[in-house]
Antibody, heavy 126, light 105 residues
Framework: EVQLVESGGGLVQPGRSLRLSCTTS????????VGWVRQAPGKGLEWVGF??????????QYAASVQGRFTISGDVSETIAYLQMSSLRTEDTAVYYC?????????????????WGQGTLVTVSS | SYELTQAPSLSVSPGQTAYITCSGD??????ASWYQQKPGQSPVLVMY???KRPSGIPERFSGSNSENTATLTISGTQPMDEADYYC?????????FGGGTKLTV
């Protein structure tokens, strides 16, 4: 069974940093691309970014709203994906979901988010 | 940036067919996916690559995509289908979600 479990959320002041973890199991992490999607309170889904599998070079891609502030990485040995968030803003307040990316192209036109974690809440406030 | 547009809400009676649409420029040239999210729960993939159903998704869910509109169709809608539905597509290695449609049954 595919499982993704996020952790590391909490209350953080604007301008500070926070790292989220996504502990995975039930699939071959090294062969999978992993994405992050967030949802502000009462709002819709917003894509944050993703990291391609090692098969696709492990490249990362980010939404314009977080480019330069957020970094996604993966620990293949521990099968954990990370979302390092810096220079946090109040508008970054959201539930952050970790997702496995299915599809034949590892993160492109054929891809889709086929498994989701339960989410972790990040609140940016002074 | 690429945009996907969904109607904010849709209401159907039990047993009716629900057509949830998603519009975007030349969306038919891309692949659309659909996610169902019930209150307090994580999203669930219900359709991918326009018309493919993941394992465990009932046959009453179907999908299509042509020209500028992707459609998620729920035939014989049941009360348990009441949820928010989001479309999603890729554009140049970035991802766009529609704003979501709240389906009331």
């Amino acid at each position: 069974e595919v499982q993704l479990v996020e952790s590391g959320g909490g209350l953080v002041q604007p301008g500070r940093s926070l790292r989220l973890s996504c502990t995975t199991s039930g699939f071959t992490f090294a062969d999978s691309s992993v994405g992050w999607v967030r949802q502000a309170p009462g709002k819709g889904l917003e894509w944050v970014g993703f990291i391609r599998s090692k098969s696709y070079g492990g490249a990362t891609q980010y939404a314009a709203s977080v480019q330069g502030r957020f970094t996604i990485s993966g620990d293949v040995s521990e099968t954990i994906a990370y979302l390092q968030m810096s220079s946090l803003r109040t508008e970054d307040t959201a539930v952050y979901y970790c997702t496995r990316i299915g599809g034949e192209d590892g993160g492109s036109y054929l891809s889709y988010f086929d498994s989701w974690g339960q989410g972790t809440l990040v609140t940016v406030s002074s | 940036s690429y945009e996907l547009t969904q109607a904010p809400s849709l209401s159907v009676s039990p047993g009716q067919t629900a057509y949830i649409t998603c519009s975007g420029d030349k969306l038919g040239d891309k692949y659309a996916s659909w996610y169902q999210q019930k209150p307090g729960q994580s999203p669930v993939l219900v359709m991918y690559q326009n018309s493919k159903r993941p394992s465990g998704i009932p046959e009453r869910f179907s999908g299509s995509n042509s020209e500028n509109t992707a459609t998620l169709t729920i035939s014989g809608t049941q009360p348990m289908d009441e949820a928010d539905y989001y479309c999603q597509a890729w554009d140049s290695s970035t991802v766009t979600f529609g704003g979501g449609t709240k389906l009331t049954v």
